[in-house]
């Protein structure tokens, strides 16, 4: 205060006169901004002359403006002991308690500032910044509630405008970015506040949180016992600190479990380790990836590609999740689908490996495309010469024309389509350089392998040997040589 407030009744003592020059001093500093300097002669004042509530509320003042609130509050709160009717000390105490967030207490003071003064400006409109803030808290409160963490991140964002000095308001929002995946940034706001108060366990919890939610889950039990032993009532630090553990135990009970071929108890195991915390998004990923490990080796692929589905939504840069679900989709021969993922994991980490992987992989959706000769003969790929013989032998007999002539004409050039198919299908995979050209991916079609095809001189020369061959006898059913 540039003006001294003093009672009508004091008289000027030696110690009073010294005091006053203090202030003097004091506020000439202030007006020249170096508030340290007026921090110091404001002390002086004090020291001087402890009962002038104007020396309190200069360096209440002071304070502030060197962002102590709560020294600043104290300062205020002592200033009106000594005068209730200090209009300029009720203000600040206001202040102090609107930027450390108690926005109740800050309205108390400025409707008594009000009451001293009812046509004050600042006071009528902190007493509005105050009530503003409270609608921010209960909408924060409301959006917590409902998990939704965006809308609490924002309102905290709008209730730290006003509340500059609220660790509170700090950590809510801290947590919530943890929540929401926004780790670096949660971890900001809390390395802040431990900057100042290195035992504020709130801000240790949010530290271990980050931590948890990055999977480093030995340093997030640190930070969480760290923050009990600072505050042992802290019931998020000990929900967190117990989910930590049973969340690592259970995963390494998992992990032990696939490593000797137990893969329905990993599988178990890690289902089990899944329902312990839904907002460990990264721990979580890896949970459902590993699932997804082991239910491969059961020979459930579609469960496995749902479980890397699920792990590529909590993380969509999990290369991993996409190459376990690429090959899920090779064994299940959904050939576009995998290709689609190699190509991603390719675009991220451009490795031989990779390229390899997507190469095949396109070589299998394109080889998908043409017809499959081992499925027209009803044989395996790795098939024997003498496997593809008695295969090629039994379908040409079940698809020739003279079995069918009796047929409607639909079915007739329905069995004289497949007869031809299996005919080329005996052509090729019959013939060891036609053979390794198909399965290395060439389309025969194109190289002209069939120009002068004809499915019946295959059957005759297969079953005739010397222009001999069979004839169907209509009455038996059955082939008979002629």
């Known amino acids: 205060d540039q003006t ?22 004091g506020n000439a500093f202030y007006s020249n901004k170096d508030y340290s300097e007026a921090f110091n002669f404001y002390t002086k004042a004090i020291d001087a002359c402890p009962k002038n509530a104007s020396y309190y509320g200069n360096r209440a003042a002071t304070l502030m403006m060197l962002c102590r609130f709560r020294e600043a509050l104290e300062d205020s709160q002592q200033a009106v002991r000594l005068d209730d009717c200090f209009m300029k000390g009720h203000l600040r105490e206001g202040k102090c308690h609107l930027s450390l967030g108690n926005a109740m207490a800050a309205s108390r003071c400025f409707q008594k500032v009000l009451e001293l003064e009812p046509s004050n400006r600042e006071a009528q409109q902190e007493n509005k910044n105050a009530t503003t803030l409270l609608e921010f808290e209960r909408m924060a409160d409301f959006g917590f509630e409902k998990r939704d963490f965006r809308k609490v991140v924002y309102c905290m964002d709008r209730a730290l405008a006003l509340a500059t000095a609220c660790h509170r308001f700090k950590i809510l929002k801290a947590e919530c970015l943890a929540l929401l995946g926004r780790y670096p940034e949660a971890q900001s706001v809390a390395s802040d506040i431990l900057r100042m108060d290195s035992t504020n366990a709130d801000a240790l919890y949010v530290r271990g949180l980050c931590l948890y939610y990055e999977d480093c889950i030995d340093k997030a039990v640190q930070f969480f016992v760290q923050a009990l032993r600072m505050a042992p009532d802290h019931e998020k630090a000990r929900l967190a600190c117990r989910n930590a553990k049973a969340l690592k135990a259970k995963k390494e009970e998992g992990n032990q479990a696939f490593k000797i071929n137990n893969y329905e108890a990993a ?11 839904p907002n460990n998004i990264k721990t979580n990923a890896k949970l459902y990836c590993n699932r997804a490990t082991a239910g491969a080796k059961l020979k459930k692929l579609n469960q496995a590609i749902e479980d890397c589905t699920s792990a590529i939504k909590l993380d969509d840069t999990y290369i991993k999740a996409y190459l376990r679900r690429a090959q899920c989709y090779m064994d299940t021969e959904q050939y576009e689908e995998a290709v689609r993922d190699y190509e991603k994991v390719y675009q991220t980490e451009k490795t031989s490996d990779h390229k390899h992987l997507l190469k095949n992989a396109q070589l299998e959706l394109k080889k998908s495309k043409r017809k499959d000769y081992y499925k027209v003969l009803g044989v395996g790929k790795n098939a024997t010469e003498d496997e593809i013989k008695k295969a090629y032998r039994k379908r040409a007999l079940m698809h020739h024309p003279d079995r069918h002539s009796a047929a409607t004409p639909e079915v007739q050039k329905e069995e004289e389509k497949k007869f ?17 050209r198909y399965d290395s991916g060439h389309d025969l079609d194109n190289d002209g ?22 004839t169907f006898d209509s009455s038996s059913g059955m082939f008979s040589p002629f």
């Open 449 to 470: 392998c069939f120009d002068d095809f004809d499915a019946n001189n295959i059957f005759r020369a297969f079953f005739g040997g010397h222009g001999g061959g069979f």
């Open 420 to 436: 031809k198919e299996v005919g080329e299908a005996f052509t090729v995979l019959s013939d060891p350089k036609k053979k390794i």
């Open 4 to 25: 001294l407030n003093l009672p009508m009744n004091i008289s000027f003592s030696p110690l009073s006169r010294q005091a006053e020059c203090f202030k003097e001093q």
């Open 267 to 277: 599988y178990q195991l890690y289902t089990e380790a899944l329902a312990i915390d």
